[in-house]
T-cell receptor, first 112, second 115 residues
Framework: KQEVTQIPAALSVPEGENLVLNCSFT??????LQWFRQDPGKGLTSLLL?????REQTSGRLNASLDKSSGRSTLYIAASQPGDSATYLC???????????FGQGTTLQVKP | DAGVIQSPRHEVTEMGQEVTLRCKPI?????LFWYRQTMMRGLELLIY????????DSGMPEDRFSAKMPNASFSTLKIQPSEPRDSAVYFC?????????????FGEGSRLTVL
């Protein structure tokens, strides 16, 4: 059974810092991995999707990497801003079904 | 596109009442998912449909929960009778399987409170 873990559960950094959020999964046979952002009281916004054949994806200040063999993904945020404060979730599709298994998320606070 | 649209955004009801949550997926998407989010359990998949057909409902907590997708542009999640432990945020999401990347797009959620 696929399990997804995100560490740390919460992170507080000063504005401008580069940071890395971690995601690990137990079954390396994945179809894709997706990173989401969730603001309080809101739905989830897709940030990046990495197919199993890819090593990384980039969008603006965000870079997500995938290492299937070690069961890990990282989300790198460059030059963090207060507007980046949110909960970040990673999710894994193991069977090309769209059925995503989510981690518990990392709540990020970027202080001005 | 307007994105995934859910209604109602908030619902407060009393134990034993029937609750119906509604979802309109993104036009052209062929897969629809219902998730539930709580502080204790995080995001859990309840059921998903592919081309309007239920594929996996193993996440549906019990028989009090039912979901339908009568056409490609509408789905409902019904709880009857509702219980306080059903209080959660219920999310609908859609994606394009096959021709697309499978990227999942979420609605804003329906926050349910059962008193």
């Amino acid at each position: 059974k696929q399990e997804v873990t995100q560490i740390p559960a919460a992170l507080s950094v000063p504005e401008g810092e580069n940071l890395v959020l971690n995601c690990s999964f137990t079954d390396s046979a994945i179809y894709n991995l997706q990173w989401f952002r969730q603001d309080p009281g809101k739905g989830l916004t897709s940030l990046l999707l990495i197919q199993s054949s890819q090593r990384e994806q980039t969008s603006g200040r965000l870079n997500a990497s995938l290492d299937k063999s070690s069961g890990r993904s990282t989300l790198y945020i460059a030059a963090s801003q207060p507007g980046d404060s949110a909960t970040y979730l990673c999710a894994v599709d193991s069977g090309n079904t769209g059925k995503l298994i989510f981690g518990q998320g990392t709540t990020l606070q970027v202080k001005p | 596109d307007a994105g995934v649209i859910q209604s109602p955004r908030h619902e407060v009801t009393e134990m034993g009442q029937e609750v119906t949550l509604r979802c309109k997926p993104i036009s052209g998407h062929n897969s629809l998912f219902w998730y539930r989010q709580t502080m204790m359990r995080g995001l859990e998949l309840l059921i998903y449909f592919n081309n309007n057909v239920p594929i996996d409902d193993s996440g549906m907590p019990e028989d009090r929960f039912s979901a339908k997708m009568p056409n490609a542009s509408f789905s409902t999640l019904k709880i009857q009778p509702s219980e306080p432990r059903d209080s959660a945020v219920y999310f609908c999401a859609s994606s394009l399987r096959g021709a697309g990347t499978g990227e999942l797009f979420f609605g804003e959620g329906s926050r349910l409170t059962v008193l």
